[in-house]
């Protein structure tokens, strides 16, 4: 079992950053796959990001050269810098967890076995 915790959501204003953290109970950045996920009111869920076992990063096309996805020092905590954030970045932001290597899975929702409580992002002026 695998618990995520998330924390760094809030408001900030439209062209301003926020910092996403998601720690796992379970060291799973080296021997499975992370990811954040966000979905907005009466959206589907999309992807946002993944980290790979073996450290692959992968951020979906919408997000390239405004978000990055890393971890912290101790390889339990995902992070998710985001910049340059705009109005319909307005979601809530979901950290996903699976202790088995994603692959051309790490993208997809479905795969992912354990899902943390959300954290929500506004950017409003």
């Known amino acids: 079992q695998v618990r995520l915790m998330e924390s760094g959501g809030g408001s900030v204003q439209p062209g301003g950053s926020l910092r996403l953290s998601c720690t796992a109970s379970?060291?799973?950045?080296?021997?499975?796959?992370m990811a954040w996920f966000r979905q907005a009111p009466g959206q589907e869920r999309e992807v946002v990001a993944s980290l790979d076992y073996d450290d692959t990063k992968t951020i979906a096309d919408s997000f390239k050269g405004r978000f990055t996805i890393s971890t912290d020092n101790t390889g339990n905590t995902l992070v998710l810098q985001m910049n340059s954030l705009k109005p319909e970045d307005t979601a809530m932001y979901y950290c996903?967890?699976?202790?088995?290597?994603?692959?051309?899975?790490?993208?997809?929702?479905?795969?992912?076995?354990?899902w943390g409580q959300g954290t929500q992002v506004t950017v409003s002026s």
């Open positions: 996903a967890a699976d202790t088995r290597r994603g692959g051309r899975l790490s993208l997809t929702a479905g795969y992912y076995n354990y």
């Open positions: 379970v060291h799973t950045t080296t021997s499975g796959c």
